[in-house]
């Protein structure tokens, strides 16, 4: 199993990013994905995920209305858009799959990118 | 939301046991997962489903879940076993809803 996360980068209060997670090494579209944020010296903070088929998704509070999770089965990845992004949103993304179709603990992790918000 | 509570750091002797404590309000009817962090790294996962070892975690690290507490045990603990470690379980499964407990640092003396 391969997690690799990009499309962090510094941005301005109130900009948009999107990150990606691209998946190799296990049948993608049959596992349930999420993405975990940490902030600079901080512990982990669950952010968003999806079960196998996208028929289930949720978020953290402090992200619902401008972040939106998606899976593309045919490319094999896992995105994060976000909008509006806040100071507070300064973290290493994480991209891990989940154990289950349905959810469970997270087996396999990426190794992160960084996204930046400051003025 | 729920809230799972770890105490901030434990220290511990190599060759000793650590016990990295998770409290939540009847987390015994949950299920909990329990991840190692070591600085600069991505997290693993060492611990799943209250008590069940991932291939290739030794069986030095184990964990229980009763009650209002669950626990993450090192035994024989090893310098290389310094890092962070958080408990997690599924909130709501009907909203596919995660929470984290807030780390502790295992140091080793």
């Known amino acids: 199993v391969h997690l690799v996360e990009s499309g962090g980068d510094f941005v301005q209060p109130g900009r948009s990013l999107r990150l990606s997670c691209a998946a190799s090494?296990?049948?993608?579209?049959?596992?349930?994905m999420h993405w975990v944020r940490q902030a600079p010296g901080k512990g982990l903070e669950w952010v968003s995920g999806?079960?196998?088929?996208?028929?289930?998704?949720g978020y953290v509070d402090s992200v619902k209305g401008r972040f939106t999770i998606s899976k593309d089965n045919a490319k094999n990845s896992l995105y994060l858009q976000m909008n509006s992004l806040r100071a507070e949103d300064t973290a290493i993304y994480y991209c891990?799959?989940?154990?289950?179709?349905?959810?469970?603990?997270?087996?396999?992790w990426g190794q992160g990118t960084l996204v930046t918000v400051a003025s | 939301s729920y809230v799972l509570t770890q105490p901030p750091s434990v220290s511990v002797a190599p060759g000793q046991t650590a016990r990295i404590t998770c409290g939540g309000n009847?987390?015994?009817?949950?299920?909990v997962h329990w991840y190692q962090q070591k600085p600069g790294q991505a997290p693993v996962l060492v611990v799943y489903?209250?008590?069940d070892r991932p291939s290739g975690i030794p069986e030095r690290f184990s964990g229980s879940n009763s009650g209002n507490t669950a626990t993450l045990t090192i035994s024989r603990v090893e310098a290389g076993d310094e890092a962070a470690y958080y408990c997690?379980?599924?909130?709501?499964?009907?909203?596919?809803?995660?929470?984290f407990g807030s780390g502790t640092k295992v140091t080793v003396l």
């Open positions: 891990a799959k989940a154990l289950l179709a349905e959810g469970g603990c997270f087996d396999f």
């Open positions: 090494g296990f049948t993608f579209r049959d596992y349930a």
């Open positions: 999806l079960n196998w088929n996208s028929g289930s998704i």
């Open positions: 009847n987390i015994g009817s949950k299920v």
């Open positions: 489903n209250d008590d």
């Open positions: 997690q379980l599924w909130e709501t499964r009907s909203d596919l809803s995660y929470v």
